[in-house]
């Protein structure tokens, strides 16, 4: 069974930073496309950033991740890393990851849908 745990989120102050984790399991293959989202309150739940393990150079950020924040992984260990900084108040939200287990892209994974969920990790900002 395929499992997405996220961890790192917290309290952090206008202008902070905050590593996030996304450790997935259940599977043998290294092929994946995850995906961070974030839902704020009375929001809609948005993508800030992907990653796929078979694409070295390639990666997706939102426009309000673009400089900010920094998609990585360690495929050996099927953590994916999202680095934040410079956070800001409006970027409280609940994080959660999404992935699909197979060798393909984020264009193609955002088309398709996400097929497994972690249950995501609160960070709040702040002002």
């Known amino acids: 069974e395929v499992q997405l745990v996220e961890s790192g989120g917290g309290f952090v102050q206008d202008g902070g930073s905050l590593r996030l984790s996304c450790a997935a399991s259940?599977?043998?293959?290294?092929?994946?496309?995850i995906t961070w989202f974030r839902q704020a309150p009375g929001k809609r739940r948005e993508a800030v950033s992907c990653i796929s393990s078979s694409d070295d150079e390639y990666r997706y950020y939102s426009d309000f991740a673009k400089g900010r924040f920094t998609i990585s992984d360690d495929n050996a260990k099927k953590i994916v890393y999202l680095d934040m900084n410079n956070l800001k108040p409006e970027d409280t939200a609940v994080y959660s990851c999404g992935a699909v287990i197979e060798r393909t892209t984020c264009m193609l994974a955002f088309y398709s849908g996400m097929k497994y969920w972690g249950v995501g990790t609160l960070v709040t900002v702040s002002s």
């Open positions: 259940g599977f043998a293959s290294n092929n994946y496309v």
